[in-house]
């Protein structure tokens, strides 16, 4: 769209009409930072603070200890996989690529295994589960396709086309 003399907002229609129509890739990756990442790491940091504790206690105690360490586990493995993600949404909106792909894709497993293993050892029904644990595996399988195809979706993409 060419903008016209006299006319206001030619440029944000003509730069939303590069975001829109050349790199559908941005408005899914604010999509999953606002609607996915954030609430993810909102419920982890709000179970993280109730899971140390009880970990800590179990621990000085001696009970459950293996009950304990696997949930010790399962939160470090499982920030390791949110930190990930943001690092590739941070990545994916600068239009970065020089990041350490080996670590994605592990930091990508590691959140999804963690979401799967919640599913299956939590209690409730199988769609509650389903629909409370599995919002990192939509961040993770957006930007494990991001990897997968290497394509440029970024800010510097759409600029540049």
């Not at 390791?80 to 600068?94: D, K, S």
């Amino acid at each position: 769209m060419e903008r016209c003399p006299g006319t206001v907002g030619g440029d944000y229609l003509r730069g939303l009409t590069k975001v829109l129509i050349r790199s559908p890739g941005v408005i899914l990756n604010h999509a999953t930072g606002i609607l996915v990442l954030f609430p993810s790491t909102l419920v982890a940091g709000i179970w993280t603070l109730h899971g140390v504790p009880f970990v800590v206690a179990g621990f000085r105690r001696s009970e459950n200890v293996a009950g304990c360490a696997i949930l010790l586990v399962a939160m470090l493995v499982g920030w390791f996989g949110l930190v990930t993600a943001w690092r590739l949404y941070h990545a994916l909106l600068n239009g970065r690529t020089d990041f350490n792909r080996r670590v994605a894709w592990s930091g990508l497993a590691c959140g999804s295994i963690v979401s799967v293993f919640l599913i299956l050892a939590s209690n409730g029904t199988l769609v509650f589960r389903i629909g409370f644990f599995s919002w990192p595996l939509l961040a993770a399988f957006f930007y494990a396709a991001w990897l997968r195809c290497k394509c440029p979706v970024g800010a510097r993409a759409w600029r540049a086309a």
